[in-house]
Every structure is written in structure tokens, then in C-alpha cells.
């Protein structure tokens, strides 16, 4: 089961890797608002109805704040620091910033008392995190002025994703991943839409051309509904570390796709940087005594 939950995570993340560059590509049309609008409003859409085949599993009334807070936490408030973070910065740079969840997620975990440190799992997390900063080095230095602002934003953003980690997975395991995913999705789109309308995010929208509609519709029904649910799914099944871990491979999604659409140059380090993050999820992944989440 807990590698079920890791092969989640891991396609959750390779997807999140097209996310960041769907979302650069929408910057220069879109405010952050409207763009994470579209995208959880059209997910939840999508992700609704399938949830609504087993009602009886929708969240119960005692978690109905905790799945409302954790839905504002990882779909109001990080996908705006995400978005607004991309406006400064470049996709590489800005996935390089993302890949601080697993280690957020351990220090979450530990603060929090969900779960222990393990000296495995950090020294996996350590080499992960090299990995990512081997494949990207090269194309750090290729930012805009004041990228260090979107860098900043963007661990704001990550640290919204480890505190989902560590506090989700008693919810999930009450309700299933798909009925939180939808109802917590649900709650950030509706406040992301209504700051947006109030801000004229409408008529943006109206302004955009077809291949803007075409990423509109990705990010809602690939990196809205699916990438969320795996995620989800993930965190019912393995440890928050585990989970949080598997974002080095965003970067690395990031990166291939910014270099073929974006033009934003990578080094010839992205093997050596794949293969490094690759071990550092083994490592990671490895069973060990006493190590698993306490909730």
C-alpha cells in the first residue's frame, strides 16, 4: 500500500512539474487570482461529481472545519503565493523554491508530533534536494531582476503544501481522497473566484486567445482534478514524507518543459540531477522501524 501511495505522489508531482510552466505561460494574461480560479474551480467540477457516486463518504459534520481549512490552506492561499511567485521568477527557479516541501514536511511533522524524523528519510530528503539543485544550477543564474522575491514567495507556498501533508491524513482516512480532495477543492475555488469576479478577473478571461483557453483547460482537468487527487490518494496510504518527498521530481518536469516552451535555458547536469533525486527517494522509500506517521 505504501508503495501505491509513493507512485502517487510521484505522478502527482511529474504533473505538478507541467503546472508551474502552464502557469508562467498564463502569467502575462492572467492575475494569480483568476489563474488559480480557473484552475480549482474547473477541478472541482470535474472532481464533484465523481465524489457524489459515494455521498456517504463525504466528510462528516465534526470534520467539516478541518476539511474547509485545509481546502483554503492548499487551494486558497498557496496556489496564490504559487501564481503570484511565477510573476517574479522563472519556472525553474520557481520549482527549485517548490522542492523545499519534503524538507518543510519533515520539520512540520517533527514540530507537530505526526511524525519522527527519521535519520533515512532526511538524509533521503538531503539527496533529493541535491539532485534538484544539480539539474537546475545552471539555470539559476538565468533569472529577471528580483527573481529572489518569486523565490521567496514560492517557499511560502511550499510550506502551505507540508502543513496539508502533515494535518490531512486523519481526514482522508475518514472520508477517502476523492470526497476531501472535492470538498476541500470546493472551498478554495469558491474564494478564488469571488475575490476574482470582484476584481475583473472575468473580463480577463473573455480577453484570452485559443492556445490560452487549451492551457486554461489543462491546468483545470490535469493539474486541478487529477494531480490533487493523487494526492490525496497518496497521503491515505504513506507518510507525509513520503508524499512531500516526491516533489523533487517536479523540478525536473519544470525544467525539460520550460527549456521546450518557455525557452529558459537548463544544463546538461539534468541526468546526473534525475538520477540523484531518484536515489534519494529510495533511500527515502526504504522501510524502516518506527518511522511511519502517528495519526
Same mark, same amino acid.
Given at each position: 500500500?505504501?508503495r501505491?501511495?509513493?507512485f502517487?505522489?510521484?505522478?502527482?508531482?511529474?504533473?505538478?512539474?507541467?503546472?508551474?510552466?502552464?502557469?508562467?505561460?498564463?502569467?502575462g494574461?492572467?492575475?494569480?487570482?483568476?489563474?488559480?480560479?480557473?484552475?480549482?474551480?474547473?477541478?472541482?467540477?470535474?472532481?464533484?461529481?465523481?465524489?457524489?457516486?459515494?455521498?456517504?463518504?463525504?466528510?462528516?459534520?465534526?470534520?467539516?472545519?478541518?476539511?474547509?481549512?485545509?481546502?483554503?490552506?492548499?487551494?486558497?492561499?498557496?496556489?496564490?503565493?504559487?501564481?503570484?511567485?511565477?510573476?517574479?521568477?522563472?519556472?525553474?527557479?520557481?520549482?527549485?523554491?517548490?522542492?523545499?516541501?519534503?524538507?518543510?514536511?519533515?520539520?512540520?511533522?517533527?514540530?507537530?508530533?505526526?511524525?519522527?524524523?527519521?535519520?533515512?528519510?532526511?538524509?533521503?530528503?538531503?539527496?533529493?534536494?541535491?539532485?534538484?539543485?544539480?539539474?537546475?544550477?545552471?539555470?539559476?543564474?538565468?533569472?529577471?531582476?528580483?527573481?529572489?522575491?518569486?523565490?521567496?514567495?514560492?517557499?511560502?507556498?511550499?510550506?502551505?503544501?507540508?502543513?496539508?501533508?502533515?494535518?490531512?491524513?486523519?481526514?482522508?482516512a475518514?472520508?477517502?481522497?476523492l470526497?476531501?480532495?472535492?470538498?476541500?477543492?470546493?472551498?478554495? #475555488? !469558491?474564494l @478564488?473566484? $469571488?475575490?476574482? %469576479?470582484?476584481?475583473?478577473?472575468?473580463?480577463? /478571461? &473573455?480577453?484570452?486567445?485559443? *492556445?490560452?483557453?487549451?492551457?486554461?483547460?489543462?491546468?483545470?482537468?490535469?493539474?486541478?482534478?487529477?494531480?490533487?487527487?493523487?494526492?490525496?490518494?497518496?497521503?491515505?496510504?504513506?507518510?507525509?514524507?513520503?508524499?512531500?518527498?516526491?516533489?523533487?521530481?517536479?523540478?525536473?518536469? #519544470? !525544467?525539460? @518543459?520550460? $527549456?521546450?516552451? %518557455?525557452?529558459?535555458?537548463?544544463?546538461?547536469? /539534468? &541526468?546526473?540531477?534525475?538520477t *540523484?533525486?531518484?536515489?534519494?527517494?529510495?533511500?527515502?522509500?526504504?522501510?524502516?522501524?518506527?518511522?511511519?506517521?502517528?495519526?
Amino acid at each position: 500500500m505504501e508503495r501505491t501511495g509513493l507512485f502517487a505522489a510521484l505522478l502527482s508531482s511529474a504533473l505538478g512539474g507541467t503546472a508551474v510552466v502552464a502557469t508562467r505561460y498564463l502569467a502575462g494574461a492572467l492575475d494569480p487570482l483568476t489563474v488559480g480560479a480557473v484552475r480549482f474551480a474547473g477541478g472541482f467540477l470535474i472532481l464533484s461529481p465523481l465524489a457524489a457516486l459515494n455521498v456517504s463518504n463525504w466528510p462528516s459534520r465534526k470534520d467539516w472545519f478541518g476539511t474547509a481549512a485545509l481546502g483554503l490552506l492548499l487551494f486558497g492561499l498557496s496556489p496564490v503565493l504559487f501564481n503570484l511567485s511565477l510573476v517574479y521568477t522563472t519556472a525553474a527557479r520557481g520549482a527549485l523554491a517548490l522542492s523545499t516541501v519534503p524538507l518543510l514536511t519533515i520539520l512540520a511533522g517533527a514540530v507537530l508530533r505526526v511524525e519522527r524524523a527519521t535519520s533515512r528519510r532526511s538524509l533521503g530528503v538531503a539527496v533529493a534536494m541535491a539532485g534538484v539543485a544539480v539539474t537546475l544550477a545552471r539555470s539559476l543564474t538565468a533569472a529577471p531582476p528580483g527573481a529572489w522575491r518569486g523565490d521567496i514567495i514560492m517557499v511560502g507556498a511550499a510550506l502551505c503544501m507540508a502543513l496539508y501533508n502533515v494535518w490531512s491524513r486523519p481526514f482522508i482516512a475518514r472520508s477517502g481522497a476523492l470526497p476531501f480532495a472535492a470538498c476541500g477543492m470546493g472551498v478554495g #475555488a !469558491a474564494l @478564488l473566484s $469571488t475575490i476574482s %469576479l470582484a476584481a475583473g478577473g472575468a473580463a480577463k /478571461l &473573455a480577453g484570452l486567445d485559443t *492556445t490560452q483557453w487549451l492551457a486554461v483547460a489543462y491546468l483545470a482537468g490535469i493539474c486541478g482534478a487529477l494531480i490533487f487527487f493523487l494526492w490525496a490518494f497518496a497521503l491515505g496510504r504513506t507518510s507525509p514524507t513520503l508524499v512531500g518527498i516526491s516533489v523533487a521530481v517536479n523540478p525536473i518536469t #519544470a !525544467a525539460l @518543459l520550460g $527549456t521546450a516552451l %518557455l525557452h529558459e535555458p537548463v544544463g546538461l547536469d /539534468l &541526468a546526473i540531477g534525475l538520477t *540523484t533525486v531518484l536515489v534519494g527517494i529510495g533511500i527515502a522509500g526504504q522501510r524502516t522501524s518506527g518511522g511511519g506517521p502517528k495519526a
